[in-house]
């Protein structure tokens, strides 16, 4: 079973920037695809961002484009996603999801069978 585990989450201020972190029990994490993806309060959970295996390509949702980047380091093993300019409305927890051995990454829930438990992001104004 592959562990997926988010970090980074935190309570800032708008305009603050956050980097939140997605790593795995998998040494072959550079072979997955990974996506996150956020659940605002009484909100649905949306795609944010992903990147698919060997960092071919990457996606974001179109709102948010701009002020996200996400990246993979070989080194540690990790995901992150770099969020610049925080708003209230980027309140939510957030969620890094990941896939195996897929050529490329989809910013539909469906498409990932491993998820962490979430990171909670507070943004006051």
């Known amino acids: 079973q592959v562990q997926v585990v988010e970090s980074g989450g935190g309570s800032v201020q708008a305009g603050d920037s956050l980097r939140l972190s997605c790593a795995t029990s998998?040494?072959?994490?550079?072979?997955?695809?990974v996506a996150w993806f956020r659940q605002a309060p009484g909100k649905e959970r949306e795609g944010v961002a992903c990147i698919s295996s060997t960092d071919v390509s990457s996606y974001y949702t179109d709102s948010l484009k701009g002020r996200f980047t996400i990246s993979r380091d070989y080194a540690t093993n990790r995901v992150h996603l770099q969020i610049n300019s925080l708003k209230p409305e980027d309140t939510a927890v957030y969620y890094c999801?990941?896939?195996?051995?897929?050529?490329?990454?989809?910013?539909?829930?469906?498409?990932?069978?491993?998820w962490g438990q979430g990171t909670e992001v507070t943004v006051s104004s």
């Open positions: 999801a990941a896939e195996g051995f897929t050529a490329y990454c989809s910013l539909v829930a469906t498409s990932y069978h491993h």
């Open positions: 998998e040494n072959t994490f550079g072979r997955y695809a």
